[in-house]
């Protein structure tokens, strides 16, 4: 009696640890196992996305249980950061998840010392006068262009940032709408000159980090609070004149220069 005791205790307990293996192989990466794969000795940090899924790729043919995270690692400079934004890639074996790799979506910096006016002026220097002059529509110079409110710092690489200024110009508006508006169009024989506030996203470019700033590119789209990406102008005022002194109106002629 005792001796079918001892073998049903022993066959529970081998059963008991069966079901949880079986478990523990079926189970889905914890947050921490996940973290650990992430972690190097350079990771300040790891952020774990939303849960887990499972899809079959198309590219390496096989099933695969992905993650999104960000992680902040530390650069040689003090203080400065690069943050890498990606997913973990786990195959999926019989149940079994094993750690395959990672896939970098982006990746910026934190933490570096953003240009200077001074520095930002020198650097437009370099630039075209049709990055700003909206296809010869400006009419005259700038009014003013300055850093916007929110400029939006994102470093590329170490020697490549972009950030959002704000400007104030004079154009000619031959038929459209603006950021938020409705449409419109002058009247026959009339041509609209309209006065805007405009935000441009200007990217400037350098060799290495003791070199001045010299390549830039300036887009008129910017990301909009409802997550899109597009041009943002804003009607300050309009007025039409007539066809023939539109077309005799100076246009823009020169680089414009931040004021702030």
Known sequence: MKNKQ????????ALAFLILSVAESFAQPTDAQLKKVLTSPKT?????????????????KKYMWTRNFTAKLKTDAPGEFLI?????????????????????????YEGKKNPTVAEINQALQTAELMDFNYNGKV?????????APDPDWEWHTQDSVSFNVVAVFRIHNSGGRYYGATWYKAPAGFEEID???AFQRIRLYRDAGNQPWRGVHVSDRIPTSDGRIAEKIK??????????EVSQMARMSKIPQLTQ
């Open 6 to 13: 001892l073998i049903f205790c022993i066959l529970s307990l």
């Open 44 to 60: 300040a940090s790891v952020t774990l996305g939303g849960p887990g899924r499972i899809d079959w790729s198309k590219t390496y």
């Open 84 to 108: 890498v934004k990606g997913y973990a890639a786990y195959d999926v074996m019989g149940g079994r998840y094993v750690f395959w790799r990672t896939f970098t979506s982006s990746n910026n």
């Open 139 to 147: 009419i005259g110079e700038y009014e003013s262009i300055k850093i």
């Open 195 to 197: 006065r805007v506030e």
């Open 235 to 244: 009607l300050l005022e309009s007025k039409n004149y007539p066809e023939r």
